[in-house]
């Protein structure tokens, strides 16, 4: 059973970028699309974005669409969301997620991880 797991968290200045890393624990992501989520305090957990097992199918939320990308380097078994241009409502605990590509999107992914926080500053 794989466990996705988190880093590269951390706080920034708005305008700034981070790069979050997600690698499996356990086992592997083969087979699996993968998904960014993330959870703002007092809020509900959203979609970010997801890639397709092969690469070649993405989907980003509109409030990160030209700021955020998701890229997957299948030998590392690792997943990442580059975040530039970052904004103070980007902050939030952000999760790695793998499953199926149509589930992942639905946010029903089969595996979680725990998360990491980004703290973006005014």
């Known amino acids: 059973q794989v466990q996705p797991v988190e880093s590269g968290g951390g706080l920034v200045q708005a305008g700034g970028s981070l790069r979050l890393s997600c690698a499996a624990s356990g086992g592997t992501f083969s087979g699996y699309a993968m998904g960014w989520f993330r959870q703002a305090p007092r809020k509900e957990r959203e979609f970010v974005a997801a890639i397709s097992w092969s690469g070649g199918r993405f989907l980003y939320a509109d409030s990160v669409k030209g700021r955020f990308t998701i890229s997957r380097d299948t030998a590392k078994n690792t997943v990442y969301l580059q975040m530039n241009s970052l904004k103070v409502e980007d902050t939030a605990v952000y999760y790695c997620?793998?499953?199926?590509?149509?589930?992942?999107?639905?946010?029903?992914?089969?595996?979680w991880g725990q998360g990491t926080q980004v703290t973006v500053s005014s």
């Open positions: 997620a793998a499953g199926g590509y149509q589930a992942v999107v639905a946010g029903s992914a089969d595996y």
